[in-house]
């Protein structure tokens, strides 16, 4: 039986390939590219009229995938990545159940997709992440995917705090430590620690994804929160990691869908006027 999640016809088997070039993009009709990409995403077709609201369908369908997936130079694997994040910090679980499916209908691997949403877990916290993993895991089996997957860690008990330093200092230096210095009881410290071997030990240090990408997605889980200091000192990282102002926008305009106008507005001005301190 097919489901429909989200008002999205999802089905499994060979899709089309999605438009992946700016100029082709840029080029297309909304309508046209809204169909396209939706086709590829869930299959069935788009602004079919179907359903018990048709027009906030129309409206929605068309601004996503006619218009906000044609902003910005992303690949579609990041931008399903970007919106499974979005989804699963705002616990809108039926949702990323059916962009989980979408994610691997455009090519994002298993082991991507789980890693992305692991990745917000020292952000959201740890109970949000396993609610997330239960929709991702549902989709997984449904396609005959076996769960759990294999293992990512790349880290020992012994090792996870110098090698989360190695990926932490030369994006954030110590920054965290001298703000937790003044903490009561010197548990500040503690903190700091725990921020190293946790956030970049044991979860930056994973292979499946990239320093640049989890970087990335993390910015976008900070924008779904509105934490807006951190959103300085991450969009920081992401700019030492490699990623430009413009992709960085392009991800945030990613997000807007799911989070409203003001929250993207806040990262939107916060990326417009930062400027990167050697």
Request: net charge negative.
């Amino acid at each position: 039986m097919k489901k429909v999640i989200f008002g999205l016809l999802l089905v499994a088997g060979s899709l089309p390939a999605i438009a992946q070039t700016t100029e082709k993009t840029n080029d297309m009709d909304r309508i046209e590219l809204c169909k396209e990409n939706y086709t590829a995403l869930f299959g069935g077709e788009a602004l079919n009229g179907g359903g018990t609201d048709p027009e906030i369908m129309d409206i929605l369908q068309k601004y996503i995938f006619g218009e906000v997936f044609r902003t910005g130079d992303l690949d579609i694997k990041t931008r399903e990545m970007i919106t499974c994040v979005c989804l699963a910090t705002m616990q809108q679980l039926p949702q990323l159940k059916g962009h989980t499916g979408a994610a691997l209908n455009v090519g994002v691997t298993p082991i991507e997709l789980r890693e992305a949403v692991y990745q917000c877990a020292p952000i959201i916290g740890f109970p949000k992440v396993l609610n997330a993993m239960t929709a991702v895991n549902e989709a997984f089996t449904e396609r005959g995917i076996k769960v759990p997957l294999e293992t990512q860690a790349t880290v020992t008990e012994e090792n996870r705090y110098e090698k989360g330093h190695e990926i932490q200092y030369p994006l954030y230096g110590d920054r965290m430590k001298e703000a937790m210095k003044d903490v009561p009881g010197g548990m500040g410290e503690k903190v700091a620690r725990f921020l190293t071997e946790v956030h970049f030990g044991d979860f930056q240090t994973r292979s499946g994804l990239d320093t640049q990408t989890r970087e990335l997605l993390t910015y976008c889980v900070l924008t779904v929160i509105g934490a807006e200091p951190q959103l300085h000192a991450h969009l920081r990282a992401n700019l030492k990691a490699g990623n430009s102002k413009e992709r960085v926008t392009a991800a945030v305009i990613q997000c807007m869908p799911y989070i409203g106008f003001p929250a993207a507005l806040k990262a939107l001005n916060i990326i417009k006027d930062f400027q990167l301190d050697k």
